[in-house]
């Protein structure tokens, strides 16, 4: 027979971890509504380093607007800017809940990343291999927006579960 002092720890352990997992429903909500909102602010501004820096300046590249220095010189800010927005990102407290859309932001930052430094090193390519090199770094930008995408719906999702609303704006592209 285990002397009833010795089951007090464990007993004790037990009940933090029910009243632990049984948060009440508003902290939930309110956990889950400041993380979907701090997200959505980061996510804002990842979406303009793509949206107002790469994208156009891709265009630009391949009209020979830009020169290559110059676009390898901003593909260097760009993956400093995605990496400061992936630090913030982890230093967001997501829920568990939404844990896995934390992995897949930080998957989809880092995969931009990769694709911003093939896109650079396609630019470095000679003149006439520079168009098809471009070409062979889309699907790394698409991976990129494909997780992204995979991480907005999974918190879209639970909140909607949770009969709140998402503060992700429509996609800009």
């Not at 009440?24 to 956990?31: L, Y």
């Not at 889950?32 to 156009?56: H, Q, S």
Request: charged share 25%.
């Amino acid at each position: 027979m285990i002397p009833a002092i010795a089951l007090a720890p464990l007993a004790l352990a037990v009940a933090l971890t029910v009243v632990a997992s049984s948060a009440p429903r508003s902290d939930q909500r309110a956990a889950f509504a400041t993380y979907a909102n701090a997200a959505a602010t980061l996510a804002k501004d990842g979406g303009r380093i793509v949206v107002e820096g790469i994208k156009p300046r891709l265009a630009d590249l391949y009209a020979s607007k830009v020169s290559v220095v110059q676009f390898v010189s901003e593909a260097q800010r760009w993956h400093q800017e995605i990496e400061h927005v992936r630090r913030a990102f982890a230093h967001l407290r997501a829920p568990k809940a939404l844990r896995p859309a934390a992995r897949r932001f930080d998957e989809a930052l880092h995969q931009y990343e990769r694709a911003i430094d093939a896109f650079s090193d396609a630019a470095k390519q000679p003149a006439d291999r520079v168009k098809s090199a471009m070409t062979s770094a889309t699907p790394v930008a698409q991976a990129a927006d494909a997780l992204w995408d995979q991480a907005e719906a999974l918190v879209e999702t639970t909140l909607r579960r949770w009969g709140l609303t998402s503060p992700f704006a429509a996609p800009i592209k």
